[in-house]
């Protein structure tokens, strides 16, 4: 039982850590944890703009602040 709660605890930290690359706060990890929302929110990420793309993409573009 310790070792499954070890391997969840590590993959847990792993997606933190991902959405936090990806330019979102950690804390949304926590709606993973809701049976039907996990579902809205992986759909949500994958076809919205990242806040580190609109960041890249007006650094490119010259501006000073992401819009």
């Known amino acids: 039982m310790i070792f499954y ?7 847990f ?3 933190v850590r991902i ?4 330019g979102y706060s950690g804390w949304w990890i926590l709606i ?3 049976p039907v929302v996990n579902a809205v ?5 994958a076809f919205s703009r990242w806040p580190l793309q ?3 993409e007006a650094l490119r573009a010259g ?3 992401p819009r």
């Not at 709660?5 to 993959?11: N, Q, R, T, Y």
């Not at 929110?41 to 990420?45: A, D, K, Q, R, T």
């Open 54 to 56: 609109r960041e890249n």
């Open 63 to 65: 501006s000073p602040y």
């Open 5 to 11: 709660l070890a391997i969840a605890l590590i993959f």
């Open 13 to 15: 930290i792993a997606y």
């Open 32 to 34: 993973a944890l809701v």
């Open 41 to 45: 929110m992986f759909l949500v990420f």
């Open 19 to 22: 959405i936090q690359k990806a």
